[in-house]
């Protein structure tokens, strides 16, 4: 009888290792611009917290994001595309 695995699978667990090794690191673009920083991991690791701009800029602010949108290039850490995308759109009030 096969059994069924109920842990997390092994790309979900490497992307809890890439952004638990990501917090308190700036996070960049692929471009190589500054997004902001890595500020904590909830959801048990499944969801970062990032700032967005830094803690002096007004209008920097903190939003989720999902924790397999983070990796790491060249030793900076990366946000995937198009989550940059979804950060700069205008948000909705």
């Keep these: 009888m096969a059994q069924i695995a109920s842990g997390p699978t092994a790309d979900q667990t490497a992307a809890r290792s890439i952004a ?3 917090v308190g690191h700036w996070l960049y673009d692929q471009q190589g611009n500054k997004i902001g920083s890595v500020r904590s991991l909830t959801d048990g690791g499944r969801t970062a917290v990032i700032m ?4 002096f800029e007004s209008g920097s ?3 989720r994001v999902p924790a397999s949108t983070l990796s790491i290039v ?4 990366m946000l995937r595309p198009e989550t940059v995308a979804a950060l700069n759109a205008p948000t909705q009030r």
């Design 20 to 22: 638990a090794s990501a």
């Design 52 to 55: 967005v701009g830094t803690y």
């Design 61 to 63: 602010r903190d939003v």
């Design 74 to 77: 060249h030793g900076q850490v």
